[in-house]
């Protein structure tokens, strides 16, 4: 029973950091409050993209061969190799990589969400392929792993200029002060909604900007219906002392520490970048 956790619940519980904050305004900062998500214009160099763009293609390549070799249709979980990948942990793979989830704009992103002790949780490519007609479902990140504390912060950051013809991310803002929502498993992905929500906003991004959005709200990306790929980069970042939260076949809750060296490792200790 792998997604049994999605009977868990968890209310919004996100304090606001105590220290003066580094870099986001305070107009941003209330945004993630109050709205759950903000766009971040101009984070990233075009150099800087263009280096994790190279790490990207590589390896998504290569989650693209290994779906065509391995599965029927290349079709595994929410992978589909024609039309959408997810190439997930790549810290692991690429040095390159790991140093830009620790770029000091993240940094001060996550010491102004988050606190003083974070972690990286989780990285992943998500490449829609041209001419891919279905969105990717409303979800909540929460809806897929079940951590506590419960906000974790969701760094969306395109590669290319992401559009609302190649699918760019929607967001129901407000929606995370709900909590965790139920999920039900699609051919596409968990998806939390009956239908199309109300009060939805396209959030169109450039190369280089960052959408930022907690783990409890919902979002979902439309189809792609140009000619190219539409490229986006996913790191997550969580409190130092986060849990994942399962229930085993009793219903028992099962918490493990996150904090796998090579995959969450630690990106900001007692407020500054770890030695
Ligand atoms: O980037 C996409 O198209 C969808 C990915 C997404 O929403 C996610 O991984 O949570």
């Given at each position: 029973?792998?997604?049994?956790?999605?009977?868990?619940?968890?209310?919004?519980?996100?304090?606001?950091?105590?220290?003066?904050?580094?870099?986001?305004?305070?107009?941003?900062?209330?945004?993630?409050?109050?709205?759950?998500?903000?766009?971040?214009?101009?984070?990233?160099?075009?150099?800087?993209?263009?280096?994790?763009?190279?790490?990207?293609?590589?390896?998504?390549?290569?989650?693209?061969?290994?779906?065509?070799?391995?599965?029927?249709?290349?079709?595994?979980?929410?992978?589909?190799?024609?039309?959408?990948?997810?190439?997930?942990?790549?810290?692991?793979?690429?040095?390159?990589?790991?140093?830009?989830?620790?770029?000091?704009?993240?940094?001060?992103?996550?010491?102004?969400?988050?606190?003083?002790?974070?972690?990286?949780?989780?990285?992943?490519?998500?490449?829609?392929?041209?001419?891919?007609?279905?969105?990717?479902?409303?979800?909540?990140?929460?809806?897929?792993?079940?951590?506590?504390?419960?906000?974790?912060?969701?760094?969306?950051?395109?590669?290319?200029?992401?559009?609302?013809?190649?699918?760019?991310?929607?967001?129901v803002?407000g929606l995370h002060?709900e909590?965790?929502?139920?999920?039900?498993?699609?051919?596409?992905?968990?998806?939390?909604?009956?239908?199309?929500?109300?009060?939805?906003?396209?959030?169109?991004?450039?190369?280089?900007?960052?959408?930022?959005?907690?783990?409890?709200?919902p979002?979902?990306?439309?189809?792609?219906?140009?000619?190219?790929?539409?490229?986006?980069?996913?790191?997550?970042?969580?409190?130092?002392?986060?849990?994942?939260?399962?229930?085993?076949?009793?219903?028992?809750?099962?918490?493990?520490?996150?904090?796998?060296?090579?995959?969450?490792?630690?990106?900001?200790?007692?407020?500054?970048?770890?030695?």
């Amino acid at each position: 029973m792998p997604y049994r956790h999605h009977e868990l619940r968890s209310e919004f519980t996100w304090k606001r950091p105590q220290s003066i904050p580094r870099y986001l305004s305070e107009a941003l900062i209330d945004a993630y409050d109050e709205q759950g998500f903000f766009l971040l214009k101009n984070a990233f160099s075009a150099d800087v993209l263009k280096s994790v763009t190279g790490e990207l293609d590589r390896l998504e390549a290569e989650t693209t061969q290994m779906l065509k070799d391995n599965f029927e249709g290349g079709v595994m979980f929410i992978n589909r190799a024609d039309e959408i990948t997810f190439s997930a942990q790549l810290v692991k793979q690429s040095p390159v990589l790991a140093d830009f989830c620790r770029h000091p704009i993240l940094q001060d992103l996550v010491h102004d969400l988050i606190g003083p002790d974070v972690r990286l949780y989780w990285d992943q490519a998500v490449y829609k392929k041209p001419g891919n007609p279905s969105p990717f479902p409303w979800h909540q990140d929460n809806g897929y792993t079940f951590i506590e504390p419960q906000q974790y912060l969701t760094c969306w950051i395109p590669l290319v200029d992401a559009t609302e013809e190649n699918g760019c991310p929607h967001v129901v803002p407000g929606l995370h002060r709900e909590g965790t929502l139920h999920h039900e498993f699609t051919d596409l992905g968990f998806n939390c909604f009956d239908g199309a929500p109300e009060g939805v906003v396209a959030v169109p991004a450039m190369a280089g900007d960052i959408v930022v959005f907690s783990s409890l709200t919902p979002h979902a990306t439309g189809p792609n219906l140009t000619d190219s790929v539409r490229k986006t980069y996913i790191v997550q970042f969580c409190p130092d002392d986060c849990v994942s939260v399962s229930l085993n076949d009793k219903g028992e809750r099962i918490e493990t520490p996150i904090g796998n060296p090579d995959t969450q490792f630690h990106v900001l200790t007692n407020g500054a970048a770890p030695i």
